[in-house]
């Protein structure tokens, strides 16, 4: 190889902006003709006074006319937009593996009453759970409870407590005999981690995307959903109010908080590519094909990349986020950086193509990355400086456009932790089921809003539960017809010998006044409670009196 060429390549490398110190280091050894005063010059930090090339400006050109794909013309009630993404033939599919999977517990020995889910009864139940969602109680029976002046009468009126109850224990997206095949596979390429919920998981990220169309400015972000099941798919984050837990990485429309799309870690080799998880995870969530050409997309430093950024931009796709400095292909020169004696709102950039990196001093300096702003446009921001003492201080275009569109991923968490429907549960893949039901929820209300815009979220849910459970919200819902009769808790066996004792619990009155764990075979129709029925002891009567 000519040792000319080998000098220009050397030069070339000294004169990239990004290169790190080691790099220079290694340019210094081949390069000793060039004066150290150029290399400085040439990778020196800018000032705000200099002025920065505008970035070529990418086309706008989506898919689809931005916005719910609906008509607003038609009648939208809050069940009609849950429903799609909650379909009735998905839960006709949801209803068809619940009850496989409770026909399975019971051919192991589980001893509870069951009779199939249909699909309006499966309605109800998630319509309980969002009322659950609104009204919080510290547990489950505290909604069936009858002996206290907390109690509540709606969820009785529903269904009763025990049917909740098996319904929660076996509700199920896939079915149990292709869940076995597929654990068969485990420790093999075939096996997959996420098939328990992958039915769906499909028709609601194909609905996210169906039925609305996002607007310019999209934001890529990590949620937690709080698990402790040990399936090799838990992430552990410290610095988040969520610690351990499954993640989901959510595009969402900065203008909303409408979630467009979402994926979920899977463990080490969840995507494909093989670029890094966080490459990987963006690249995902980012089709052209569906969405268009033209999109800025914003993300936090757990994404930012100069590879991903460059890449984007090849696609079409402006990109913007804050970054670490000591990830790969940033700048590492500290010549004429920022220091802890800089003043309050000054800046540092430099630029490498359409890849702009800017360091801008708040209260601490604050690192930003764009291929879609100018380092500096004369923004300004006002902090305070004392108390009652504001100062306007100038602001890099890239951290102003930041805080502006990232504030969808806050919009999106808010709206999703209102009403959370998350509530302990033994099987990760009902925690999931959960959260399905808080997108499918958050997005409804979001197309409600853009189509008609009449309603608060408390309202929407309102609204939806009362849709879901069959009443209406005008009158206030009755009490169930059941009459208050005792009747065996369990049903009764050809071994008289047994009926006596069989299906025996402990009586709520004898538990709730006396302390006592008293066991009963009755329990009354109408409340769905065991209470004791004895020629000494009639607490049945006594229960009663207090209704």
């Known amino acids: 190889m000519p040792s000319s060429a080998h000098h220009t390549r050397a030069t070339h490398k000294c004169l990239s902006a990004f290169n790190s110190v080691e790099n220079l280091n290694i340019c210094e050894s081949n390069s000793d003709q060039m004066s150290a005063a150029k290399r400085a010059r040439t990778l020196s930090w800018k000032a705000e006074t200099d002025v920065d090339q505008v970035p070529q400006t990418l086309r706008f050109l989506p898919a689809r006319e931005p916005g719910p794909q609906l008509s607003a013309a038609e009648s939208h009630s809050p069940m009609s937009l849950f429903k799609l993404f909650f379909t009735e033939s998905a839960v006709e599919n949801l209803c068809h593996n619940t009850n496989a999977q409770a026909a399975r517990a019971m051919s192991k020995g589980h001893k509870y009453k069951w009779t199939d889910v249909g699909v309006d009864e499966l309605y109800r139940y998630i319509g309980l759970i969002f009322y659950m969602s609104v009204l919080k109680m510290s547990s489950i029976a505290d909604y069936w409870r009858q002996d206290s002046p907390f109690s509540l009468p709606f969820p009785a009126t529903v269904m009763s407590r025990d049917r909740y109850r098996t319904i929660s224990w076996n509700v199920h997206m896939s079915h149990p005999d292709a869940d076995e095949e597929n654990d068969r596979k485990r420790g093999t390429d075939q096996h997959d981690r996420l098939f328990r919920i992958k039915p769906l998981m499909d028709t609601i990220r194909l609905a996210c995307k169906a039925f609305y169309h996002p607007r310019r400015n999209l934001a890529v972000k990590e949620r937690l959903v709080a698990c402790r099941a040990n399936t090799g798919m838990r992430r552990c984050t410290k610095v988040k109010p969520t610690k351990l837990g499954f993640k989901f990485f959510d595009l969402s429309d900065s203008s ?38 033209g999109y800025h997309v914003y993300m936090d430093d757990f994404y930012t990349s100069p590879k991903l950024f460059t890449d984007l931009f090849t696609l079409k796709f402006g990109a913007c986020g804050t970054y670490r400095e000591q990830r790969k292909g940033f700048p590492k020169t500290a010549a004429n950086s920022l220091s802890r004696r800089s003043s309050r709102g000054s800046i540092r950039w430099i630029r490498d193509g359409p890849l ?37 201080v100038p602001c890099p275009a890239p951290v102003t456009a930041y805080s502006q569109h990232m504030g969808g991923v806050d919009l999106s968490n808010q709206l999703l932790q209102y009403y959370a429907a998350q509530h302990k549960t033994m ?59 005792p009747i065996p808790g369990a049903e009764l066996t050809s071994d008289v010998r047994r009926n006596a004792t069989v299906g025996r619990r402990i009586c709520v009155h004898c538990r709730a006044l006396h302390g006592k764990r008293s066991q009963t075979p009755w329990k009354c129709q109408a409340c769905d409670v065991y209470l004791c029925l004895q020629l000494n002891r009639n607490c049945f009567q006594e229960w009663h009196k207090s209704l």
Not at 450 to 456: D, K, P, S
Request: with cysteine.
């Open 256 to 293: 909303n908080g409408y979630i467009v799309d979402f994926s979920i870690y899977k463990g080490k080799n969840s995507f494909p590519a093989g670029r890094g998880l966080s490459y990987d995870a963006v690249m995902s969530l980012l089709d052209r094909k569906v969405l268009g050409s």
């Open 356 to 392: 702009v990196c800017v360091k801008w001093m708040d209260t601490q300096v604050v690192s930003v990355c764009s291929t879609i702003h100018a380092a500096s446009t004369g923004d300004r921001v006002k902090r305070n400086i004392k108390a009652q003492h504001t100062k306007s």
């Open 427 to 485: 099987k990760w893949y009902r925690k999931v089921f959960l959260h399905f039901l808080d997108i499918a929820a958050n997005n409804a209300f979001i197309l409600h809003k853009e189509l008609i815009g009449n309603m608060t979220r408390k309202e929407f849910m309102e609204e939806l539960i009362a849709e879901l459970c069959g009443v209406s919200q005008k009158a206030a819902p009755k009490q169930s017809n059941t009459e208050h009769v």
